[in-house]
């Protein structure tokens, strides 16, 4: 079995500063990691995805995030934020061989503020 | 491209009757789909897994009676909440796979409240 953990409820910055979100999981096997963004009344929107590879995987809208297999981590990062970054962000991890089935971390509330 | 839409966005019903919720992959097929549930200011918790063609596969205490899945083509899965209660207002979102495990679109959600 999975688990995530999503150690910040809520990250509160300014405009233009960097940030980091921070995911941990824990897992009996290997395992594909995601970030998942939801504004709000909507679904998730695929932000990055680690499934093999590099480590390191960005997005087009700059974040990036990477994987740490001995500290099983998957922390996600944005040197510059914008007002826009506003909304929930959700750390998931899928195991090998588990069909694609999702576990999902508490989530964390970034607020972007002018 | 992967588009998954969910109807209704929203809906209010009586509590004793029945709410019926679509998900359809509007450019793909989608042999699975997952759908899931969301309180507020809370994580998704998968419910169940639906696979085209067979049974869904429940997780552990969800009630398959009263949530009820049917996967009845490659592009549509449908949940029925029956007998609807207050407790069962709640958001609920559904995702096709579209690469068997390898990601997940996800719909914009069905906001249920039961009066």
């Known amino acids: 079995a999975q688990s995530v953990t999503q150690l910040d409820s809520q990250v509160p910055v300014f405009e233009e500063a960097p940030v980091e979100l921070r995911c941990n999981y824990s897992s009996s096997v290997s395992v594909y990691l995601f970030w998942y963004v939801q504004y709000p009344n909507q679904g998730l929107q695929l932000l990055l995805k680690?499934?093999?590879?590099?480590?390191l995987v960005e997005s087009i809208n700059g974040f990036e995030a990477e994987f740490n297999k001995s500290q099983t981590s998957f922390h996600l990062r944005k040197p510059s934020v914008h007002i826009s970054d506003t909304a929930e962000y959700f750390c998931a991890v899928s195991g090998y061989n588990q069909g694609g089935k999702l576990i999902f971390g508490q989530g964390t509330e970034l607020s972007v503020k002018p | 491209g992967a588009v998954v839409s969910q109807h209704p966005s929203w809906v209010i019903c009586k509590s004793g009757t029945s709410v019926k919720i679509e998900c359809r992959s509007l450019d793909f097929q989608a042999t699975t789909m997952f759908w899931y549930r969301q309180f507020p200011k809370q994580s998704l918790m998968l419910m169940a897994t639906?696979?085209?063609?067979?049974?869904?596969?429940?997780e552990q205490g969800v009630e398959k009676d009263k949530f009820l899945i049917n996967h009845a083509s490659l592009t549509l899965s449908t949940l029925t909440v029956t007998s609807a209660h207050p407790e069962d207002s709640s958001f609920y979102i559904c995702?096709?796979?579209?690469?068997?495990?390898?990601?997940?679109?996800f719909g914009p959600g069905t906001r249920l409240t039961v009066t």
């Open positions: 639906s696979n085209e063609g067979s049974k869904a596969t429940y």
């Open positions: 995702s096709a796979d579209i690469q068997q495990g390898y990601e997940q679109y």
């Open positions: 680690y499934l093999s590879g590099s480590t």
